[in-house]
């Protein structure tokens, strides 16, 4: 079966300016998760969800950061602007309902660098 | 508050020999998941083992098993005949509530890998 699909892989952006990075999860898979992870750093999670709706945005910076996850399938996530801390890789990752180990299948990345 | 502890940045490791990743949780809950992912250059994280907080045998994987110490809160990895392709880093994880099937993962800092021809 085909892997969890993100896109751009890389991405440049000056300050201030928005961007935005989108997620296809495994099919058949529910849940999707955003994670953002700093150099260094383990993932955190920013936001999951089951079907279309997020569940848990409570470490998401709303003011700037939002998403969306229309027909419970793909996903985007934006930043509206961008600030040099958001540097990082965004991870998106996918879990089916009721698997017995509830493992998450993570997709590459995008790497986001704010100048 | 839930965490996971990882105190080894890096490790080095003679290809072929056993290395251990060290992994200690701390969480008030009885009901966990444990996991370890791998994270090589290109970025993507790769499930490698689960343990849970109920399971009466340590887990294993092919040439993974892990180390499940409950009283201690430890859950190391180990990984046994090492290859060159294991060079990557490593990261420790638990998820709390066992049943809740679409609760986020807690990482450790990681734990860099190397493994020496």
């Known amino acids: 079966e085909a892997g969890v699909v993100q896109s751009p892989r890389y991405k440049i952006i000056e300050k201030k300016q928005p961007v935005a990075f989108w997620c296809n999860p495994i099919?058949?898979?529910?849940?999707l998760y955003w994670y953002r992870q700093n150099l260094g750093q383990g993932p955190e999670l920013l936001i999951r969800?089951?079907?279309?709706?997020?569940?848990?945005d409570s470490q998401l910076p709303k003011d700037r950061f939002s998403a969306e996850r229309l027909k419970g399938v793909d996903s985007t996530l934006k930043i509206q602007p961008a600030e040099l801390g958001d540097s990082a890789v965004y991870l998106c990752?996918?879990?089916?309902?009721?698997?017995?180990?509830?493992?998450?299948?993570f997709g590459p990345g995008t790497r986001l660098t704010v100048l | 508050a839930q965490k996971i502890t990882q105190t080894q940045p890096g490790m080095f490791v003679q290809e072929k020999e056993a290395v251990t990743l060290d992994c200690t949780y701390d969480t008030s809950d009885q009901s966990y998941g444990l996991f370890w992912y791998k994270q090589p250059s290109s970025g993507e994280m790769i499930f490698l083992i689960y343990q849970g907080s109920y399971d009466e045998q340590n887990a294993t994987e092919g040439r993974y098993s892990l180390n499940f110490q409950k009283a201690r809160k430890s859950a190391n990895l180990v990984i046994s005949a090492s290859q060159l392709g294991d060079s990557a880093m490593y990261f420790c994880?638990?998820?709390?509530?066992?049943?809740?099937?679409?609760?986020?993962?807690?990482f450790g800092q990681g734990t860099e890998l190397s493994v020496k021809p």
């Open positions: 969800y089951e079907n279309e709706e997020a569940v848990d």
């Open positions: 990752a996918s879990s089916r309902d009721r698997s017995r180990d509830n493992e998450q299948f």
């Open positions: 099919s058949g898979h529910n849940t």
């Open positions: 994880a638990m998820r709390e509530a066992l049943y809740n099937q679409g609760g986020k993962l807690i």
